[in-house]
């Protein structure tokens, strides 16, 4: 390795500031801007043709109804007040919440140490000691300088607008963590208020099950039902209870979910409220593509693409001198040897040079690896808008599915409901028994529990949809 390297000292501040003139205006060479926007998604995905609007809308069945707006504080078009105030404990209390704020800070020390370069450094070294001290010399002395490095080719700036992308991508990270936080909690109390009415339901359809069971056997006493109705009317009795079990576990697994969510014990205490909130109205045709620029991740991948840029420039800026100034002051005296003009002090300035001549292809080594980590970032946005695009799809589409299916399952319940209401007409009057009636309460509790998990799916598509096109809960 051969570097060159050049002192020069000076007591005069004439050429110091001359160079400082000159420095300053060689400084004023701009950093290169970052990539974003059309440019970087032509980079990262020149052969797919990106719509300019998405092609699905939440509303399959075409007809003209009113039409939501896709825009921040989306909680508030659910008007839950239950889920505003867990959502607002659990961004005071969950551990995810205190996660995202060291992860904050680490963002803000990025900079501060890339920063740091850009001021003057300032030094001091002491020694002290007798005739017989570490050295054996007697020597005393201290030094106090200050380097500076010009930054002539824009490596520090470089570095610190590097250090600026790389603090972006983080508090993206963070804010997309935050953002899941929320649509997961929005969702599990959701889907725990579902489970809370179909474990009422699933434990009546198992009492009627048992009803049926106990009728069947009466019978079977009389010779009125044979053998097999009773083991039947016990096997179906069994199997009540046992999805009755399966349906209440999931409810208190729901429960603690939340409860971990907000931060609290998970003792699985019940919800409030089991109602859940209307659907808001669906989402207008024409959805723009440009809304997905800020979502979290979206911003964060465009992040780290510029990040590896500046990291491969500042690598490639390396190959030029580096041009630092100097100013120091000392003091030094001996108890052993006689210094010309006992103990002495110095005051100077002067400027050093480095210049790079020859590192054995280590400074090309590095700039190779970043350049091919600046290529990976830019496929890595390519999947990530890829993945964002089939996000908002699959919401609008499954949001309108769910719509549909809604409309079907809130049709077979109502149908349902009439049936039940006729067969206890029926039993009235005396033309059927009470095995009848319990059938078709199992029949509609079965029913409805389909329809309540149907409600669940289509809000949380709804959710879903706010987060793939990651707009603010709550601001």
Same mark, same amino acid.
């Given at each position: 390795? &051969?570097?060159?390297?050049?002192?020069?000292?000076? @007591?005069?501040?004439?050429?110091?500031?001359?160079?400082?003139?000159?420095?300053?205006?060689?400084?004023?060479?701009?950093?290169?801007?970052?990539?974003?926007?059309?440019?970087?998604?032509?980079?990262?995905? @020149?052969?797919?043709?990106?719509?300019?609007?998405?092609?699905?809308?939440?509303?399959?069945?075409?007809?003209?109804?009113?039409?939501?707006?896709?825009?921040?504080?989306?909680?508030?078009?659910?008007?839950?007040?239950?889920?505003?105030?867990?959502?607002?404990?659990?961004?005071?209390?969950?551990?995810? $919440?205190?996660?995202?704020?060291?992860?904050?800070?680490?963002?803000?020390?990025?900079?501060?140490?890339?920063?740091?370069?850009?001021?003057?450094?300032?030094?001091?070294?002491?020694?002290?000691?007798?005739?017989?001290?570490?050295?054996?010399?007697?020597? %005393?002395?201290?030094?106090?300088?200050?380097?500076?490095?010009?930054?002539?080719?824009?490596?520090?700036?470089?570095?610190?607008?590097?250090?600026?992308?790389?603090?972006?991508?983080?508090?993206?990270?963070?804010?997309?963590?935050? &953002?899941?936080?929320?649509?997961?909690?929005?969702? %599990?109390?959701?889907?725990?208020?579902?489970?809370?009415?179909?474990?009422?339901?699933?434990?009546?359809?198992? +009492?009627?099950?048992?009803?049926?069971?106990?009728?069947?056997?009466?019978?079977?006493?009389?010779?009125?039902?044979?053998?097999?109705?009773?083991?039947?009317?016990?096997?179906?009795?069994?199997?009540?209870?046992?999805?009755?079990?399966?349906?209440? &576990?999931?409810?208190?697994?729901?429960?603690?979910?939340?409860?971990?969510?907000?931060?609290?014990?998970?003792?699985?205490? @019940?919800?409030?409220?089991?109602?859940? @909130?209307?659907?808001?109205?669906?989402?207008?045709?024409?959805?723009?593509?440009?809304?997905?620029?800020?979502?979290?991740?979206?911003?964060? =991948?465009?992040?780290?693409?510029?990040?590896?840029?500046?990291?491969?420039?500042?690598?490639?800026?390396?190959?030029?001198?580096?041009?630092?100034?100097?100013?120091?002051?000392?003091?030094?005296?001996?108890? +052993?040897? =006689?210094?010309?003009?006992?103990?002495?002090?110095?005051?100077?300035?002067?400027?050093?040079?480095?210049?790079?001549?020859?590192?054995?292809?280590?400074?090309?080594?590095?700039?190779?690896?970043?350049?091919?980590?600046?290529? =990976?970032? $830019?496929?890595?946005?390519?999947?990530?808008?890829?993945?964002?695009?089939?996000?908002?799809?699959?919401?609008?589409?499954?949001?309108?599915?769910?719509?549909?299916?809604? +409309?079907?399952?809130? %049709?077979?319940?109502?149908?349902?409901?009439?049936?039940?209401?006729?067969?206890?007409?029926?039993?009235? +009057?005396?033309? $059927?028994?009470?095995?009848?009636?319990?059938?078709?309460?199992?029949? %509609?509790?079965?029913?409805?529990?389909?329809?309540?998990?149907?409600?669940?799916?289509?809000?949380?598509?709804?959710?879903?949809?706010?987060?793939?096109?990651?707009?603010?809960?709550?601001?």
């Amino acid at each position: 390795m &051969l570097n060159g390297l050049i002192s020069m000292k000076h @007591p005069g501040m004439l050429t110091v500031s001359a160079v400082l003139v000159g420095s300053v205006l060689l400084m004023s060479c701009s950093v290169k801007p970052p990539l974003q926007g059309e440019d970087l998604r032509s980079k990262a995905l @020149p052969s797919v043709a990106l719509p300019n609007q998405f092609a699905q809308s939440s509303n399959s069945s075409g007809t003209a109804a009113a039409s939501a707006r896709v825009d921040d504080a989306w909680l508030k078009q659910f008007q839950d007040e239950e889920l505003n105030q867990l959502v607002a404990e659990a961004l005071r209390n969950s551990p995810d $919440i205190q996660v995202i704020a060291a992860r904050r800070s680490q963002s803000e020390s990025l900079i501060d140490a890339a920063s740091g370069a850009q001021y003057p450094g300032v030094n001091a070294f002491g020694n002290t000691g007798g005739k017989v001290g570490s050295s054996g010399s007697g020597l %005393t002395g201290y030094y106090i300088g200050a380097g500076w490095e010009l930054d002539l080719w824009g490596r520090v700036r470089t570095s610190i607008a590097g250090a600026k992308q790389s603090a972006r991508a983080l508090n993206a990270e963070q804010d997309a963590a935050r &953002l899941s936080l929320i649509g997961a909690l929005t969702k %599990t109390v959701w889907l725990a208020r579902g489970l809370q009415e179909q474990a009422r339901l699933a434990n009546e359809s198992a +009492i009627a099950a048992q009803t049926i069971a106990d009728l069947t056997a009466i019978r079977e006493n009389i010779g009125a039902s044979s053998q097999a109705d009773v083991s039947s009317s016990k096997l179906n009795a069994s199997q009540a209870k046992e999805l009755a079990l399966t349906v209440a &576990l999931a409810r208190d697994q729901a429960l603690r979910a939340v409860e971990v969510l907000v931060g609290r014990y998970p003792d699985a205490k @019940p919800l409030s409220t089991t109602r859940l @909130p209307a659907l808001p109205a669906p989402v207008a045709p024409g959805l723009p593509a440009d809304l997905l620029e800020r979502r979290p991740d979206m911003i964060a =991948a465009e992040a780290r693409v510029n990040s590896a840029f500046y990291a491969a420039e500042e690598k490639r800026l390396a190959r030029l001198p580096k041009i630092s100034l100097t100013a120091g002051f000392g003091y030094i005296n001996s108890q +052993i040897f =006689a210094l010309t003009r006992g103990p002495s002090t110095s005051l100077g300035t002067g400027a050093n040079v480095f210049i790079p001549l020859f590192q054995g292809g280590s400074i090309e080594a590095q700039i190779a690896y970043q350049n091919a980590e600046a290529q =990976a970032a $830019i496929a890595n946005y390519g999947k990530v808008a890829l993945g964002a695009f089939k996000d908002v799809e699959n919401a609008l589409n499954g949001e309108a599915t769910w719509r549909d299916r809604s +409309i079907q399952l809130q %049709t077979q319940l109502t149908e349902q409901r009439r049936l039940l209401d006729n067969r206890r007409a029926e039993f009235r +009057i005396g033309r $059927i028994d009470q095995r009848q009636v319990q059938q078709e309460i199992m029949r %509609t509790n079965a029913i409805e529990i389909n329809w309540r998990q149907g409600q669940v799916d289509a809000l949380a598509q709804r959710v879903n949809l706010y987060l793939a096109l990651g707009g603010s809960p709550t601001e």
